[in-house]
């Protein structure tokens, strides 16, 4: 949804100094994974993928990526997602829930969350939601070794090859990293340690995704 102009609130109860920290935390990475991606893309505007399944098997051929260099993005990226993490999205997303009540933040942050659960057309190829495929590659693989995610990686790669599954996960952080990035925008103020939030204005309650 594009963002023109703006309305400002003021918190409803206080932030305590932790908060503050929580807030300013998920900025800067924010702002990381942003440069990481733009850096990601290069000279590309857009990603660029080719998906087959004549084989059987889900594949793509058109994004050849170094490995080291995907395992840093994601690594970027898995901050927002993992749920041990205080910068996990949808964490900072109930916490000003909590501390801004007014119906017009509530109503951009809940549509803001409905985008982000939205799964892409891609799924009714190989019926895992991205959180499954993500959660158990970066946690039966990539990041950790954690034999009860074994089975279920197995499972995904008999349906898609890595490079494919790879692919996946990029889509995933092309879409989330525009929905992290608007939060970001409206933490303007958060990160200044000051008790106010800034929202596009639109109406988000007709919009939200069901």
Request: proline fraction near 2%.
């Amino acid at each position: 949804m594009p963002i023109s102009k703006w309305k400002v609130y003021e918190a409803s109860s206080r932030i305590e100094t932790v908060e503050y920290q929580q807030f300013e935390s998920f900025c800067l990475r924010a702002n990381q994974l942003r440069k990481n991606w733009i850096d990601f893309l290069g000279s590309r505007k857009t990603l660029a993928m080719s998906f087959d399944r004549s084989s059987g098997k889900i594949e793509e051929n058109a994004l050849l990526q170094n490995p080291h260099r995907l395992k840093g993005l994601f690594l970027d990226f898995r901050v927002f997602i993992a749920r041990n993490e205080t910068t996990e999205y949808k964490k900072i997303c109930n916490k000003l829930t909590q501390r801004f009540t007014e119906s017009h933040v509530r109503e951009f942050l809940e549509y803001e969350k409905s985008v982000w659960d939205q799964e892409s057309a891609l799924q009714s190829w190989h019926y895992f939601s991205s959180n499954e495929i993500i959660d158990t590659y970066f946690n039966g693989r990539l990041f950790h070794t954690d034999r009860s995610k074994h089975e279920k990686l197995l499972t995904v790669l008999r349906n898609m090859t890595e490079p494919a599954l790879n692919a996946v996960i990029l889509l995933e952080i092309d879409k989330k990293s525009r929905i992290i990035n608007n939060l970001n925008l409206c933490c303007e103020y958060l990160q200044k340690h000051e008790p106010k939030i800034k929202v596009p204005i639109a109406n988000f309650a007709a919009n939200k995704i069901i």
